[in-house]
Every structure is written in C-alpha cells, then in structure tokens.
C-alpha cells in the first residue's frame, strides 16, 4: 500500500488524524488531472462490511490492505446544494424533484451503520453537478460517534429537507401536506430512510426507486444463494419425475409380439362379429325364402285345388247332359285323380322334406 501512495505527489493536506488522512495529489506520471485521495485506517467502523457496500454506491477506485483503505477520485469542485438554492433561482416544482432525488440516493446508504451515514448524511456532502443532485460520499473523518442514534441521522435528513423545500413555503395545491409531513418528520416518526421516503413519495404519488434493503447483503447473497438451490432442485426433482414417468410408459407398453397378439384377437373378435351378422342377415333371407316359397306353394296348391274343383264341376256338368257313352269315361277321373295325387306328393317332398 506505501508504494502505491508513493506514486503520487501530494498538493494539500486537508485533514490528518488517527483515522488516515485526506490530500489533494497527482501521479507523478500523469500531472493533467487532480485528484483527491482518502487514506483511511481500518478499525472495528470502517471494516470489510463498510468497504463491500462502499463499493456499491461509488465508481471511485478502491484499494486496500490489512490495514488501509485507499479511496481516489477525480478532484471537482461542484457547487454544494445549499449554495446552489441560494444563488440560483430554484422553482417550487423543481425543489419537490430535489427532494425526491435526495431520498432516492438516501435509500442507497440504508446499509450503513449509524456512525457511518453520520459522516455521508451531511449537507457538505451533497453537490449540484448539470443541475443534478449527486452525493459525494466522501470519506471526511474529522470524528467517528460510535454512540449516535439512528433520531440523530433523522434530524440531520430532517434539516436537509427543510430548507430544499423552503420550509414548506411552495406554490403548490400541496403545500398543506408538505408542512404536515414535516412537522412528522421533525417530531421523529419515522425510524428508517425507506419510511421516510415512502411517506414523502406518497403525497405526490410518486414510484419507489428501490425494493426493501436488508441491514446485511450477505443476507442477499444467502437468498439468492438459496433460491437457486432451491431452483436446481426443483428442475432436478421435475427431471427425475419426466424420466419416472417415461419409464413407467415403456413398461407398460406392449411389446412388438404383444402387440401382434393383441392385432390377432382384435381380427378374431372382428370376424366373429361379421359371422354373427352373415348368420343373422342369412337367417332374415332364409325366413324371407321361405315366407316367398309358402307363398308360392299357397298359390299352387290352389291352383291344383281350383282345377280340381273344374275338372269335378266340368265333369258332373257332362254326366247331366248325358249319359256316359262308354266305359273309358270312369277311368278318366281316376287318372285325373291320381294325377294329382302323384304331383302334389312330388312337391312335398321336394319342397318339405329334408
């Protein structure tokens, strides 16, 4: 670390004391740009806790050693707010803006310890640069007040506020409630930067900046750390249940010669039923044919009986006219007789017997 500190030429020494120090200096390599060194002295406030979330709210370079921690930064000198309010001509909109950007920027130091945001909270750390508000966030320690309260930080915020907001003395339709709400502030209502925030948001409906920041990021680190375990396990645990269910598919899936079987009992089953409705359709015809046939068999035989009733009628006509001339006329009507008797036994056993 001292040879890191030899590289550069010191201009002013702004503050040296127990706590480090802090210079205005030049790499002897590079006189073009000024810059403002921090050389602090670790101890139980400014430890690796401090550096992790210094780390997180500034683009400075950081290095540091067992025993040291060395912040640079380009050397600027921006106007401080206070300054800016007073010289320039700040409207009541815009002062309501200032406010909200202060807040948002606070809620970035909620990490911190109370000694810590005692020393970033202070008006001669916020600066106005292009007309934004910026927090320098310089590491100016004259003091560290291990017994400070998180009221005493609250009042520091509190006298910030008032005199952007001009003691609440805007062109507004809201300047009831910002009197209201400092009045709260003042009395010591609020104990966190994100209720304080959240309070003043509110009035104008403004959208928070920033999800709820725990007092240690290694909790952070922990959830998210937990969550993807959580997340590998449960794609494991889905993983598992797909190759489970794939295997229960296979197993229950018949096999080619199965399959085959199972084809062959569905013919089977097929051409018993096509069997059943040949016979059934089969039966329809047969009874059909044989309804058809006594029909005809009907009709023939009264065709027999009709002729016979003729040919007895006819007969019996003949025998009145006249007497029989000779004795062939008997043998006649036997042969007829018999005639029928042959045919209609002829068709009865063509037609009834098996």
Known sequence: MSDMLSEFKKINIYTENEYGSVFTAKKEDDESKKLVVFNI?????????????????????????????VVITEFKKPKLLFTYLKDEYVDSKNRILIVKDFFEKLLALENFSDSINDIL????????????????NYLFIKNINKDIKR??????VYKIIKVILNDGNLNTDKKDDIISYLERVENNEFDTFRRLAESYY????????????????EIIEDEILNDEISNKELVEEIIDEEKNYASDEITTKPDLNDKEELIEDELKDDEIK?????????????EINDVKENKEDEII???????????????????????????????????????GIITAGYYYIFHYLP
């Open 41 to 69: 002295n670790k101890n139980d406030i400014i430890d690796e806790n401090f550096i992790k979330n210094y780390r997180l709210i500034t683009d400075y370079n950081i290095c540091e050693d067992e025993n040291k921690i």
């Open 301 to 339: 035989i009264n065709k027999i009986y009709d002729n016979e009733n003729h040919q007895k009628i006819s007969a019996k006509k003949v025998g009145n006219k006249k007497k029989r001339k000779n004795s062939k006329s008997p043998l006649l009507w036997i042969m007829f007789i018999l005639l």
């Open 121 to 136: 909270v202070d008006s001669n750390q916020l600066v106005v640069e292009n007309d934004k508000l910026i927090f320098n």
């Open 274 to 286: 096509v069997e059943k409705v040949y016979e059934e359709v089969t039966k329809e015809n047969v």
């Open 151 to 156: 009221e005493d930080i609250i009042n520091k």
């Open 202 to 217: 509110s009035i104008f409906e403004f959208e928070m900046p920033y999800e709820e920041i725990v007092e240690n990021p």
